[in-house]
């Protein structure tokens, strides 16, 4: 997927219920996790698994990650951790 037309989220529109299920992009453009809920100013990530089952939930901090919105108005994310990366990250607990 090219990113460089799709249109970065300002701040204020990186609301909770706008990232939830977002799609994230790893460095090789392929998709890595999903956006499960945003929790004290960090972005869960859920990682692995499939169609939910299984996943792992990782938090980073939302700017280590570059929220847009494609042609279709959906958000996703790219960034610079791979999959393998977030998964040898702390699982997260609410």
Known sequence: ???THHIRLTNAELTPDALEGAT???PGDE?????????????VI?????L??????VAVLADELDFMRDEDGDIHAVTSWTKDQ???MPE???
């Not at 998709?31 to 972005?43: E, F, L, P, Y």
């Not at 939910?52 to 939930?57: F, L, M, R, V």
């Open 52 to 57: 939910g089952i299984g996943a792992k939930p």
């Open 1 to 3: 997927m090219d990113h």
């Open 24 to 26: 994230i992009y790893g």
């Open 31 to 43: 998709k890595i996790g999903s956006v499960d809920h945003v929790h004290a100013g960090q972005v």
């Open 86 to 88: 977030l998964k040898q």
């Open 46 to 50: 859920d990682v692995g698994g499939f």
């Open 92 to 94: 997260h607990r609410d």
